[in-house]
């Protein structure tokens, strides 16, 4: 059973930092396009980061120059700086997988969701 396990999250000043990772677990062959997501009250899921196998990334406009995707074998993270009240929201990881019992095949896997609150 393949599974995304997310932390770093918690409130947080304006202006300041916080890292969030992610961590793929199970059967797992390969980990194709990961990425991150949030969630605001009210509102619908958006796309913040994401990030290709090869290491291609690309960001919503709201963070471009503020957050940074990375990633290795099997993790993904979201250095956030210069955090504003706008970007309190649930983050989600997100991680297009194949597992070993699929190896060819692509399935789509979320975590459970962390919060971040900016807040003075």
């Known amino acids: 059973q393949v599974q995304l396990v997310e932390s770093g999250g918690g409130l947080v000043q304006p202006g300041g930092s916080l890292r969030l990772s992610c961590a793929a677990s199970?059967?797992?062959?390969?980990?194709?396009?990961m990425a991150w997501y949030r969630q605001a009250p009210g509102s619908q899921r958006e796309p913040v980061a994401g990030?290709?196998?090869?290491?291609t990334t690309n960001y919503a406009d709201s963070v471009k120059g503020r957050f940074t995707i990375s990633r290795d074998k099997l993790t993904v993270s979201l250095q956030m700086n210069s955090l504003k009240s706008e970007d309190t929201a649930v983050y989600y990881c997100?991680?297009?997988?194949?597992?070993?019992?699929?190896?060819?095949?692509?399935?789509?896997?979320w975590g459970q969701g962390t919060q971040v609150t900016v807040s003075s």
């Open positions: 997100y991680a297009e997988i194949s597992p070993n019992m699929a190896p060819r095949s692509r399935f789509a896997y």
């Open positions: 199970g059967s797992i062959s390969s980990i194709h396009d």
């Open positions: 990030i290709t196998s090869v290491g």
